[in-house]
């Protein structure tokens, strides 16, 4: 479990307000990844390495939540990066 906040002085990412938290995937395994607030419709994107996008979600939640079930394959560093989408 991590939180975090995005403020108005988060980093922006395509004209979202964004925050990345570093994971070191384990290969062959399934990660599920969450976010919910209350204060702005959540996106998830899981990258590689290199910042190259793995996958996504927007709504994969309840309501405008954002769920995400992914296959880490051969595993190694990655970022889950969550985005504010306009409400």
Do not use: I, M
């Amino acid at each position: 479990l991590t939180q975090g906040e995005l403020t108005e002085q988060s980093r922006q990412v395509q004209g979202r307000r964004a925050q990345s938290h570093a994971v070191e995937a384990q290969a062959d395994r399934w990660y599920l990844f969450e976010v919910s607030s209350g204060d702005f419709d959540p996106r998830l994107v899981v990258r590689d390495g290199q910042g190259k996008p793995l996958a996504a979600d927007d709504d994969g939640g309840a309501g405008s939540q954002a769920r995400l079930l992914w296959p880490s394959g051969q595993g190694g560093p990655c970022a889950v990066e969550v985005q504010a989408l306009p409400a």
